[in-house]
Each structure stands twice: as C-alpha cells, then as structure tokens.
C-alpha cells in the first residue's frame, strides 16, 4: 500500500478546519472555525460553500446519518450532526439548513456519532458527561460523568456498548444498566482520539504521549508505536478494518490493523484534526490545522499468485508481472479500483460501478459485469466460482460472470463480514453469526439454500475464524475452526449421523489456512509452524493425528504473524513488521492426496516406500482406512509399528461378512453407534451383543439380548467371567434380576455362537453368489 496526497488549493478555510466526513465516495462536507462548511467534489475537483454558519457557531465534530438502515440502502446521507463550542449539537440538512439544535452539555460538544443503524446519537462533552439522544435528537439517558473532558467516543460493533476517553484511561461501557464496565489506563499522556472498527472488533488510540495503540475489544494491548514528534491528533479505521490512517502534525501514516506502517506522508498541513475514509475505503480526508483539506488515494497494493504478481500503480491502473519470464501487461479501467483478488488462477477486480474476471492466461480480453451496488468489501475465492460481499448481501458468481447465488440467513449484517468469517469452496460456503459467535450458517454454493435440514453448526465456543478445504467431493468437505480459546476444531460440513462430530487437532492456533491443491492444512502453533498432512485422520484413528504433522520452529516469522495463503508447495506469511516470508513444504503429502483420490494405492505406496517418511506412512494407513482399503492400511499400519492395528484389520479382513467387516471398521474409527446400527440392520443381532460384550458395555448388550429375547445367558455369562476374573460381586440390579432365572451353560453357549457363525457365513455366501448371477437380458 502507498498513499498519493491531494491537496485541492481551489478553495482553503480561512481557520483551522475541525471536522470533514463523506456524503458519498466523492463528495466530502468539511467544517471549520472561519464558519463556512464546504463541499469537496472530487470528481470534477470543484469546491463550494454549502452555508456560512452564525458567527457564534464554532465546530468541532460532523458525523453523517449512516446510509444503511435496517438493512435498505439510502442514496446518499441526508442529514448529519454538527457538534459545537457553544455547548450544543446541530442537526442539519445537505444544503446546510439547521433543522434542530439542541442544548447538549455545559461546556463544548467535543464529539457526536450515530449508531450503526441509526436509531441513536451519542454525544460527549467537556463537562465529562456522555448522553444518548433519540435520531430526533431527545435525550434519552446520561450514560457516564466524570471530572475530566470525554474528547472521543465510538461505537461498539453491535451498537450495544460505548468505548470512551477519560485522561489517560479508556473505558468501555456496555449500553446495559447491570452490566460492568471495562476500563485500562492506555496512554502516558491524555488520549485525544479513538475509533472502533465492527469488521474486526479493534480499537485504536492517539495521545498526546506522541503514541498510537491498537487494542482488542477486552483491553489487550496488540501494538504500540514508536514516539512521535508531535501529540497523535487524529485515528481512523477503514471501513473493512484492513487499513488505519493516523494523523499527527504535518504527517500522515497509513497502517495495517496489526499496526506496522505501509505509507508515511509528510504534507505541509499542520496538525491533522479529523480522518475520514470514503465509504468503499480508497480515500482518505483529513481535516488540517492551516486550512487545508487533505486527500490521500491509497494506491502501490499488490497481490501474488504462483508467478504473477499484480500492483495498483494508480487509481484506474494495474500492471501484471510473471516473474518467471519477465512478461508484463497493463490493465486499465473505466474507474477507481475498490477491491480485488488474486487466486485459482483467477484476477476478481471491483471498481465504483462494475467486476472485471481476467484469466491468468488471457489478460487481454476481461469478462465485464455491471454491480448492483458498488462498494464491494470483500471477494474470496474458490477454483470454480468466487464470492462478492457488498452493503447490501451476499452474492456467489461463476468466471464466466453468471450469477450463480445469493445465500441469506435472518439478521445477516454484510458490512462487518471479512475473510475470517467467511469462506467458500466449490460446493459449499460458510458464514459465522455475528449476533451469535458461536454459530456457523452453511449454504450449498450452487443455490444459496442451507445445507442438509437447514440447521447451523453451533460450536461449543465463540469462533474467532473458519476455513473450508478446497478439494475433493462435497461430501468429505471439512470445515477448520478457531474458537476464542485459540483451539482448531475440524468437523464434516454434512452431519452424517445425528450430530456434527467436532474434533480438536489443534491449540494455540493463532492463523491457519488450507492448501489450493489437497487438503492440506497449515497453521502457527504456539511457537511451532505446523502442517496437518492428513487432518481427516482424526474421523479415521485419532491416533494417526500425531503422526501424520510436520512441525518446525516458527521464531523467524517473528511475534503474531499472519498465514496469508498456502499455494502448491509454499506458505506465505506475513510478520508483525510487514515482512513477508516464505516457508516451503515437502510436496509428497500433495502426491499421496492425488493418489488416494485416484484410488492409485500401488502408486501411493511406492511413493511412501521411496520417501521413507513415517509422517507419510502415516497419512496413507489415515486414507486407506477412509476407503476401506484394508490390504494398504495393513502395510502402512506395520510400517509405523502399530502392530495391534495389524492384527485388528487382520481380523476384519476374516469376517464372515461384508456387513460385519464395515461395522468393525466403524468400530475401528471409534464409531459405536454407526457399528451397532449396520449389524442390526443387517440382522445380526448377536455379533451387535458381542460387540457390547468386548467393549465393555454390559448395559446395552443386555438391554439389545432382552428385546430381541435371544442370547440373554450368553450376556449373563460374559458378566460373571468378568466379575470372577477381577473378584467382585454383581451390584447391577438388572443382571441381579435376570440371573435368577437364566442358567449358565458355558457348552450350549458355545454352540449357540457357533451356529450364529455359520448362518452369518451362509447369509453371506447367498449374498454374493446372488449378486455374481447373471441377470436377464430383454431385448
């Protein structure tokens, strides 16, 4: 990212300019205390006076009336609140006209801002007072007093708590009478200015202690900046939370939300006030102390793919690089560039009014589609289709620019979805609730409608990011979760049986991301960059899930680093200073993924046997037991030395049944229930008790034997060895009951078991000469 400055010199206040805020993404209002408000057309580069305001009237904050309410678009921002030195806030129209004013605190309005949606207006002054007003401007509550100025105040994300200064100290008051308020001491010196972002839920502060800070929502300290000259006097969150601009005197920066800076600018404008960002987030105004408004384009933004590599030279303006050959090429467009995204082969760029789809093979011809609404705030893509997030939902479109869905849930707010609560793959898209954190809406790609009987998936923790694998059919897709705790869970996106089976395979996962190509996934663990080769072991043999990781030191990504993508055989990640580092993977877990899909088990245990690599013998013995391919899970088994899974699968291979054979690889995966269920469907209601038996659980084996009225001695049995065996008496009262009418006769129980073999041998053998005879051909 690169700032270009604009200073329009057409027209410049007299004073110092106090306050500026956009109506639309080209047209800005700036206040100042020469008492003109003045409207800034960027497009035409033009600057009018709106109205010159009563002599008495000093501004110090402007905010407009959001654009969306309730979800419906307005055009463009009718009113704002305009606060003052008088001790009052102004309501007034576009054209200037002052249609209230209300008297506010004794002393001066140092800020005003509305709501997300609108329906309140909070207020702070110099007499340390906050106030909630209706949109009428009504007084509805006094919210905090304090002996010291309140200079800033912000919204929370949901609308529900306030975040403001108090000296040195930030607070955070929840909107709900008993609840409690949370506040920290911040800054060294008095804390001039903050901004709270509802995409990712940070906080930003400036002081005069010269420093700005990034904070999350619990009072964390997550960075803070060098010491500048001069006090900070100005922060400001881009809209989609990416960016943050901070002003000072004669200088403005532009920052990643982790905190390190893209962009130092050092205009001659004094100090910088008041930051506002256009609402598609690529302009920047700052309201300065000689006069000036200032204008930043952020432009020099690049995005990587394999070998290319694109940069936003200017506004209108991209150049493409392939760095292995050197070719170059220059695409230009109509308007500004809002967003764009570079993956599976594919260039997805927005601007104000359309979405231009190049291929990385042709750059010469874009498919062009016009947009509904312009201010695009994410896209994320998949290999077949790609996703645009706009103010106003959520659309799913092929390469070819075909509008394939729009998926919805009750209470979707798209103005704070980003690339951690969102993600999709080729056939599925997963959304996470905002009102609800815990909960994850899943859409089918292809219909937008939501996945098996409509129900979400709700974790047992809020969840702070999701990602779906990218490959292989939609009925293995997985989802990876991070939950508040920073534990990574793997769940199937289709509930198999009665609930989402949830496993944890990862702690103190701080970023993660999935593989382009296999399903592979990546992620920094504590202090060690991992690789999970084959994450589905752990729906397999949980046992495998150690084994089949690749771990190493993660120091030189440095503190909190940022996973950025995982393309062919490299991981991109980002570090806390901006760098970016390159961390490469062995490319044989891909192969033996390729292989397994391919049902290619000879190919994948050569590859295996050459390597030499027990973490791959590992993920081979995970996928055959997946594909109920017992020969290789054998081989792969006894090559990492689980000799008694060898002998387990040996045993399955001997069943006298196919119906026995799979619920014993059920059982093997850990799945009791699934296991019970095929034998009893099957009609093998003994081999269903002796599973029970072997496990232990004398319960349900007695309950299955008293409602199918067989085998009720043989339960009866096996419990009074086992009590014998360890000495002990029976304390059950149900086999207590049973045992008193049931002889035990270890010779008659004998036969009976072996009678159920045999017929479930002859069962089987009817099965399969029924299903090898040839059926009849009508001509």
């Known amino acids: 990212f690169h700032l270009t400055i604009v200073l329009l010199n057409i027209w410049t206040h007299k004073e110092l300019v106090s306050c500026v805020g956009w109506t639309t993404a080209d047209e800005l209002y700036s206040c100042s205390e020469d008492h003109q408000i003045l409207r800034w057309n960027l497009l035409t580069s033009e600057t009018s006076l709106v109205v010159k305001l009563q002599e008495d009237l000093f501004p110090i904050d402007l905010h407009w009336f959001p654009k969306t309410v309730g979800g419906k678009k307005q055009a463009q921002a009718e009113i704002f609140v305009l606060t003052s030195t008088d001790g009052k806030f102004h309501l007034a129209s576009k054209m200037g006209r002052i249609e209230k004013s209300v008297e506010a605190?004794?002393?001066?309005?140092?800020?005003?801002?509305?709501?997300y949606d609108g329906t309140a207006l909070i207020t702070a002054g110099e007499d340390g007072?906050?106030?909630?007003?209706?949109?009428?401007?009504?007084?509805?509550?006094?919210?905090?007093?304090?002996?010291?100025?309140?200079?800033?105040?912000?919204?929370?994300?949901?609308?529900?708590?306030?975040?403001?200064?108090?000296?040195?100290?930030?607070?955070?008051?929840?909107?709900?009478?008993?609840?409690k308020l949370l506040q920290w001491k911040a800054h060294e010196g008095i804390i001039l200015k903050v901004d709270w972002n509802s995409v990712n839920d940070l906080i930003l502060s400036s002081g005069e202690d010269c420093k700005y800070k990034v904070w999350d929502s619990y009072g964390r300290l997550l960075y803070?900046?060098?010491?500048?000259?001069?006090?900070?006097?100005?922060?400001?969150?881009?809209?989609?939370?990416?960016?943050?601009?901070?002003?000072?005197?004669?200088?403005?920066?532009?920052?990643?939300?982790?905190?390190?800076?893209?962009a130092l600018e050092k205009p001659n404008t004094g100090s910088v006030f008041s930051l506002a960002w256009s609402a598609d987030g690529t302009q920047l105004a700052g309201a300065c102390g000689n006069g000036h408004v200032i204008?930043?384009?952020?432009?020099?933004?690049?995005?990587?793919?394999?070998?290319?590599?694109?940069t936003l030279t200017k506004r209108r303006t991209m150049q493409v690089r392939n760095v292995v050959n050197d070719a170059g090429d220059v695409l230009e467009f109509r308007d500004r560039v809002i967003k764009a995204s570079l993956a599976h082969g594919h260039l997805v760029v927005t601007t104000s009014l359309q979405c231009y789809v190049y291929s990385a093979t042709n750059w010469n011809t874009p498919l062009i589609f016009d947009l509904k609404e312009g201010t695009v705030s994410l896209i994320v893509q998949a290999e077949k289709h790609f996703l645009l997030v706009d103010g106003t939902g959520v659309y799913v479109f092929s390469y070819e620019g075909r509008l394939i869905s729009t998926p919805r849930f009750p209470g979707m707010r798209t103005d704070i979805l980003n690339a951690q609560s969102v993600s999709l793959s080729n056939d599925t898209i997963a959304i996470r609730d905002k009102s609800d954190e815990k909960v994850i809406f899943l859409f089918d790609a292809l219909t937008g409608k939501a996945l098996g009987d409509g129900k979400p998936l709700t974790h047992k923790m809020e969840v702070v990011e999701i990602a779906l694998d990218q490959c292989g059919p939609s009925s293995d897709r997985k989802i990876a979760v991070i939950d508040k705790n920073r534990d990574l869970y793997l769940t199937a996106v289709h509930r198999l049986y009665r609930e989402h089976n949830i496993c944890k395979i990862g702690t103190m996962v701080h970023t993660m991301a999935w593989n382009d190509s296999a399903n592979i996934l990546c992620g920094i663990q504590d202090t060690q960059f991992t690789v999970w080769h084959y994450p589905s072991a752990v729906f397999t043999d949980k046992d495998l899930l150690p084994k089949t990781l690749y771990m190493k030191d993660a120091s030189e990504f440095s503190r909190a680093p940022h996973i950025l993508n995982?393309?062919?055989?490299?991981?991109?990640?980002?570090?806390?200073?901006?760098?970016?580092?390159?961390?490469?993977?062995?490319?044989?877990?891909?192969?033996l993924h390729e292989y397994s899909a391919s049902s290619r088990w000879e190919d994948a245990l050569r590859l295996c046997r050459f390597a030499k690599d027990q973490s791959l013998w590992a993920c081979l013995a995970g996928m055959a037991m997946a594909n109920r391919e017992l020969t290789t899970a054998e081989v792969a088994y006894a090559a990492i030395g689980e000799v008694d899974k060898v002998q387990y699968i040996n045993s399955i291979k001997d069943m006298p049944s196919k119906e026995s054979s799979v619920a014993h690889m059920l059982l093997f995966s850990g799945h009791v229930q699934e296991a019970e269920a095929t034998l009893l469907q099957a009609g093998l209601v003994y081999q269903t008790i002796q599973v029970h038996i072997n496990l232990y659980n004398w319960d349900r084996a007695l309950e299955l034997a008293v409602k199918h009225k067989t085998h009720v001695d043989t339960v009866l049995a096996y419990r009074l060895k086992f009590l014998q065996d360890f000495s002990k008496k029976e304390t059950n009262k149900r086999f207590m009951q049973y045992a008193d009418g049931v002889e035990v006769d270890w010779e008659k129980i004998q036969a009976k078991v072996e009678m159920e073999l045999v017929k479930e041998r002859e069962k089987a053998a009817t099965t399969s000469v029924r299903s090898i005879s040839p059926r009849p051909v009508h001509f």
């Open 224 to 262: 803070t900046s060098s010491s500048h000259d001069y006090p900070v006097t100005s922060v400001s969150w881009s809209p989609d939370g990416e960016v943050f601009a901070v002003g000072s005197f004669n200088t403005l920066r532009l920052c990643d939300k982790t905190g390190w800076s893209y």
């Open 129 to 179: 007072q906050i106030k909630i007003w209706s949109k009428s401007g009504m007084l509805r509550s006094t919210l905090a007093q304090q002996g010291s100025p309140v200079y800033s105040v912000a919204w929370g994300p949901d609308s529900d708590r306030i975040l403001y200064t108090s000296g040195r100290l930030l607070i955070i008051k929840p909107l709900q009478p008993s609840a």
């Open 105 to 115: 605190h004794k002393g001066a309005v140092l800020a005003g801002r509305w709501n």
């Open 295 to 310: 204008f930043a384009h952020v432009v020099e933004q690049r995005w990587e793919w394999r070998s290319f590599e694109i």
């Open 566 to 591: 995982y393309v062919g055989t490299q991981v991109t990640v980002r570090r806390c200073d901006g760098s970016l580092v390159y961390s490469s993977v062995s490319p044989y877990p891909a192969l």
